[in-house]
């Protein structure tokens, strides 16, 4: 059985950074894309950057310059590195994966975490 958990959310001031990293358990497929996507309050979920296993990465236009997706060295665990926060990025973070490495924007992901808090003030 497939799982994703967040962790590394939290309160933080604009301008200022946090990482979030997600454990992936339960996959062993060496063919992937995992990616991270936020729902901000009262909107709908939207992608912020995806990676897959041949080492493609792409970002929302409102995270490019600021945030970073990489993995572990094992690559079953994410991150998302994001500097320059804005009270905009405040939203419920979630990683997700799906198991093949077509990765563009809108794919359908396979398997999802819990999502983690992000609160960025001004």
């Known amino acids: 059985q497939v799982q994703l958990m967040e962790s590394g959310g939290g309160s933080v001031q604009a301008g200022g950074s946090l990482r979030l990293s997600c454990a992936v358990s339960g996959y062993s497929d060496s063919s992937y894309c995992m990616g991270w996507f936020r729902q901000p309050p009262g909107k709908e979920r939207e992608g912020v950057a995806r990676i897959n296993s041949a080492g493609y990465t792409d970002y929302a236009d409102s995270v490019k310059g600021r945030f970073t997706i990489s993995q572990g060295n094992n690559k079953y665990t994410l991150y998302l590195q994001m500097n320059s926060l804005k009270p905009e990025d405040t939203a419920m973070y979630y990683c997700?994966?799906?198991?093949?490495?077509?990765?563009?924007?809108?794919?359908?992901?396979?398997?999802w975490g819990q999502g983690i808090q992000v609160t960025v003030s001004s």
């Open positions: 997700a994966a799906k198991a093949d490495s077509w990765c563009y924007a809108g794919v359908a992901f396979d398997y």
